[in-house]
Structure formats: structure tokens, C-alpha cells
């Protein structure tokens, strides 16, 4: 059993940033692939981010490319989403999540390749 937790998220103005936060449980963090997902009101969970076990690939939505950064902390079981530029397109509820198996590229962007996920944290950007 795997527990996320994320934090951080908030108010911002357009234009401003965000660093959301996701602590997980469990004795193997550092081969877990995490994910970032979004869901927007009357909208599908989107595909924001994903790094891979040791943090040396990561994917993004073309939405976010350029603008959001995920990274890993592998001694401190957490994964970090470094939201720049925010617009009010960005507001949504954001989820972190592990993968059940392996992925890459358009594999790690379906939510059916994540087994576990968090509560889910509010950022709201305002124009």
C-alpha cells in the first residue's frame, strides 16, 4: 500500500508560480515512476507530468512544456511540481500519482498506468 500526499497548492495571479509537493509512503521510492495530473471543473483528469524512477527522463503535456518542471527527491520520498508563468487555464485540482509498471513517453500520460493516487491539492490562478 502506497500513500500520497500532496501540498502546496493555492491562489496565485497569472503569471506567478507554484511549487506543489507530493510526500509518498513506501520502501521503494526511487524506482516508483510519478505522475501529475490535473481535473478541471466538467473536465477529464489531464496528463500534466511524469518523472521515471531515477529522475532522468521526464514527459510533459505540450500545455505545460516550458513553463512547469517536475523533479524527485528520492532520499525524502517526494516528488515536486515547479509551476512558472501560471494562467488561469492552469486552475484545476492537481493529483500526483505512481505507475504501476514502467512507462515512457505516451504510456506514462494514461491514467490507467497509475495504481495509486493523493487527495488531490487546489490551484487556482486569477486573472
Known amino acids: 500500500q502506497v500513500q500520497l500526499v500532496e501540498s502546496g497548492g493555492g491562489l496565485v495571479q497569472a503569471g506567478g508560480s507554484l511549487r506543489l509537493s507530493c510526500a509518498a509512503s513506501g520502501r521503494t521510492f526511487s524506482s516508483y515512476t510519478m505522475g501529475w495530473f490535473r481535473q478541471a471543473p466538467g473536465k477529464e483528469r489531464e496528463f500534466v507530468a511524469a518523472?521515471?524512477?531515477?529522475?532522468?527522463?521526464?514527459y510533459y503535456a505540450d500545455s505545460v512544456k516550458g513553463r512547469f518542471t517536475i523533479s524527485k527527491d528520492n532520499a525524502k520520498n517526494t516528488v515536486h511540481l515547479q509551476m512558472n508563468s501560471l494562467k488561469p487555464e492552469d486552475t484545476a485540482v492537481y493529483y500526483c500519482?505512481?505507475?504501476?509498471?514502467?512507462?515512457?513517453?505516451?504510456?506514462?500520460?494514461?491514467?490507467?498506468?497509475?495504481?495509486?493516487w493523493g487527495q488531490g491539492t487546489q490551484v487556482t490562478v486569477s486573472s
Open positions: 500519482a505512481k505507475a504501476g509498471a514502467y512507462c515512457s513517453a505516451y504510456g506514462c500520460s494514461r491514467t490507467a498506468m497509475y495504481d495509486y
Open positions: 518523472i521515471i524512477g531515477s529522475g532522468i527522463n521526464t
